[in-house]
T-cell receptor, first 112, second 115 residues
Framework: NAGVTQTPKFQVLKTGQSMTLQCAQDMNHEYMSWYRQDPGMGLRLIHY???????DQGEVPNGYNVSRSTTEDFPLRLLSAAPSQTSVYFCASSYRQANVLTFGAGSRLTVL | AQSVTQLDSQVPVFEEAPVELRCNYSSSVSVYLFWYVQYPNQGLQLLLKYLSGSTLVKGINGFEAEFNKSQTSFHLRKPSVHISDTAEYFC?????????????FGKGTKLTVNP
């Protein structure tokens, strides 16, 4: 089925380690984004991309890096993990002006 | 800039009771409005959307919402809830000419349906 695929579903890191959360979509959506979800905070936009080769910062970009080399893929890199980055991360995509996001199932990250 | 306020962080109800989840937004321009639902351990999915036209919008699973421009509200309602409606519900607002990056989410309302 078409959709947004995130890997891994769960990950435990030690402080200072780096890792990449993968996101892929097969709907030919121009727009892709990463959110983090924390209790009582709702969804906060980390980074987004409006097309291959174009990325921009969202509300909470510090400590994260992204790139968009293809339309399909939008990985999120944690450069040096910190306990404050313990969260559930969601990748989402849409057509550029549609505003209707398709979400992945989420990646739960714990930083010790 | 737009903002969204979901007035209740948690709403417990009994099965087959009606429910209303409240959402207010602030914007000086016309808006698009959305409700998303997140079932336990899943991603969000679109429940319904208001873009223009009729102010009463029907969505999936028997939910509906009414756009009230004068009160800047977009409350979500269901006349009779089921156990399976237990989930977190997010209201969101966007500008018609803005891209998806301009979508602003509320902090969510956890609906718990008890037997």
């Amino acid at each position: 089925n078409a959709g947004v695929t995130q890997t891994p579903k769960f990950q435990v890191l030690k402080t200072g380690q780096s890792m990449t959360l993968q996101c892929a979509q097969d709907m030919n959506h121009e727009y892709m984004s990463w959110y983090r979800q924390d209790p009582g905070m709702g969804l906060r936009l980390i980074h987004y991309s409006v097309g291959a080769g174009i990325t921009d910062q969202g509300e909470v970009p510090n400590g994260y890096n992204v790139s968009r080399s293809t339309t399909e893929d939008f990985p999120l890199r944690l450069l040096s993990a910190a306990p404050s980055q313990t969260s559930v991360y969601f990748c989402a995509s849409s057509y550029r002006q549609a505003n209707v996001l398709t979400f992945g199932a989420g990646s739960r990250l714990t930083v010790l | 800039a737009q903002s969204v306020t979901q007035l209740d962080s948690q709403v417990p109800v009994f099965e087959e009771a009606p429910v209303e989840l409240r959402c207010n937004y602030s914007s000086s321009v016309s808006v698009y409005l959305f409700w998303y639902v997140q079932y336990p351990n899943q991603g969000l999915q679109l429940l319904l959307k208001y873009l223009s036209g009729s102010t009463l919008v029907k969505g999936i699973n028997g939910f509906e919402a009414e756009f009230n421009k004068s009160q800047t509200s977009f409350h979500l309602r269901k006349p009779s809830v089921h156990i399976s409606d237990t989930a977190e519900y997010f209201c969101a607002v966007a500008r018609p000419q803005g891209g998806s990056e301009k979508l602003v989410f509320g902090k969510g309302t956890k609906l718990t349906v008890n037997p």
